[in-house]
């Protein structure tokens, strides 16, 4: 299994829990989707474009919204969107999983920024102020998922991997260098700003 790019950012859901006003908050960022979208069909054969949804039957990454894809009670709750993104919320945390590797992620300029901007949307329509980029095989990644809250999993990742990256518009040069044999190990750490 490949190193994909995700991004966490501070979240706190509102009580009670309103999946039709968080599918509206999604719906907003819509156009960032769909460049991330539309990178992939340039750049991957159209057969990789089709992927299976939950209940079986035949979705076409084309579509033109989120689709909960979790139980509305359930915790995280899941939503899965176009380009191969999905956003799950758990209370104090959302994440973004993306099909996008850790690795092209750092040395592709073109599909780290349609990634950037899609990150920071997100985390603007739901609130967030501060937004972490990193790989999915972190031990922060898997202390959000148990539960804990957004600052313990900057703690971990600095101990993890030192401090964030200085800029992830600008890849600095040891992160970049890395990028092309091992599994490079930097993150970032953004205010969440929009348009990126």
């Known amino acids: 299994m490949s190193i994909r790019a995700v991004a966490i950012f501070d979240y706190h859901e509102e009580e009670p829990r309103d999946t039709a006003r968080i599918a ?6 819509l156009p960032e989707a769909m460049a991330v979208r539309a990178h992939w069909c340039e750049v991957e054969k159209p057969s990789r474009v089709r992927r299976k949804n939950t209940v079986g039957k035949l979705e076409l990454l084309a579509d033109r919204g989120w689709v ?3 139980k509305p009670e359930e915790t995280p709750l899941r939503y899965r969107g176009p380009g191969g ?9 959302g994440e973004i999983h993306t099909n996008c590797r850790w690795r092209g992620f750092l040395t592709i300029d ?8 899609f990150f920071h949307r997100i985390a603007n329509v739901l609130k967030a102020k501060t937004l972490v980029i990193m790989r999915n095989d972190s031990k ?14 900057v703690v971990e990742l600095e101990k993890e991997y030192g401090p964030p990256q200085p800029s992830v ?9 890395s990028a092309h044999g091992n599994i490079p190990q930097g993150w970032f750490l953004e205010d969440v700003v929009y348009p990126k």
């Open 24 to 29: 509206t908050r999604l719906a907003w960022a």
């Open 68 to 70: 909960l894809t979790s």
């Open 85 to 93: 993104l999905s956003v799950w919320l758990n209370r104090r945390v």
């Open 110 to 117: 073109r599909l780290r920024m349609v990634h950037v901007s």
């Open 140 to 153: 922060a990644h898997d202390l959000v998922w148990g539960g804990a809250p957004f600052e313990d999993a």
């Open 169 to 177: 518009e600008r890849i600095s040069g040891n992160l970049g260098e």
